[in-house]
């Protein structure tokens, strides 16, 4: 078993990688890291990015891992690829509607827990939790009273609005 120390550092490199350069891909990671000296399994390496809140999010180009702020969930993200994520968002994502107590985005085929994972990644507070199909994604919020106000943050931040 792997100690803290180990486990710190091996996130701390992570974070660097994702940071710093497009990683599309865990074994793209995966070889970042062994390159740095670290060995890690895929499922270790999966596990590491959700506990560090790293999402894998579409751009214009192809995919990129980036990891989550919990105080401004686009705070890391350039105005670029925030303008691609919604461009992007806007292609996959062909409608949002809710009722007093959910709220339902359908997608492409395909796209919906990507979407889903991105959605969870933002740790909203109004957001309770999401459960993401193949190309409809279930959205419910925290309270019925936030219910207006997260479908209309939704549109905002999917460039549906």
Do not use: F, W
Request: net charge negative; aromatic share 2%.
């Amino acid at each position: 078993m792997a100690e803290s120390g180990d486990k710190t550092k091996r996130h701390r490199y992570i974070l660097k990688i994702v940071q710093s350069r497009p990683v599309a891909t865990q074994d793209e990671l995966l070889e970042a890291l062994e390159a740095k000296g670290i060995e890690v399994t895929q499922s270790t390496l999966s596990r590491d990015l959700k506990d560090l809140r790293v999402s894998r999010i579409p751009t214009a180009d192809d995919y990129r891992y980036l990891p989550a702020d919990a105080g401004d969930p686009e705070a890391g993200l350039t105005a670029t690829v925030q303008e691609r994520l919604r461009a992007v968002s806007a292609l996959e994502v062909t409608s949002i509607e809710s009722n007093e107590v959910s709220i339902v985005l359908r997608t492409l085929p395909g796209r919906a827990q990507g979407l889903a994972h991105y959605l969870d990644a933002l740790d909203s507070p109004d957001i309770m939790g999401t459960v993401a199909g193949d190309d409809t994604i279930l959205v419910l919020p925290r309270s019925t009273r936030r219910t207006a106000r997260l479908r209309r943050q939704l549109a905002g931040l999917l460039g549906l609005d």
